[in-house]
């Protein structure tokens, strides 16, 4: 009885080896029973000796019969909205991406007034003193300060830029 506790494990390993060898034999055995099944069939019919020589043709078809049809279709992305290749191609050509411009703006300091934080800003030929929501050059707009970080949106294609503007001090 200890011998067969100490041995547990390899009669268990030896059981399971044996029951997978089992159902691999099984599994053979219904591809080649169903094989046969298929080849009966077709030589159920009273053959003469012309349709006996087309036999090994015959076995071929059969068996290419039993075989998953060849995908051809090249896989296409399940997760897009549902166009047309012809659009999508339309939409790219017509649509050209455009890129905003560079933040000109480079951060010459800030004042804290009564609560209000102003910006100071220079470009290459001026200098701005803005609060939140004021418009600069009519394509540039301050969205928020809010320290360390300002941003600024580019109105023509509303896509926001943020500026480091440090901490309050």
Known sequence: MQMIKKNMLWI????????????????????????????????????????????????????????????????????????SDA?????????????????PFIFAGKLVDDGKIIVFLMDAQKNYSVVTGDILEEVWQVKSIVPPMMTIRYLPLKIDMQLQIGALS
């Open 12 to 83: 268990l390993l030896l059981l399971t080896l044996a029951a997978s060898f089992n159902v691999a034999q099984q599994d053979d055995d219904a591809n080649q029973t169903d094989d046969v099944v298929v080849l009966a069939r077709a030589e159920s019919k009273h053959m003469n000796r012309a349709e006996i020589s087309k036999r090994p043709q015959q076995e071929k078809q059969i068996s290419s019969q039993l075989l998953r049809a060849q995908l051809t279709d090249e896989p296409k992305n399940i997760f897009t909205a549902y166009i």
């Open 87 to 103: 659009e999508l191609q339309q939409q790219n050509v017509d649509a050209p991406i455009e890129v905003p411009p560079a933040n």
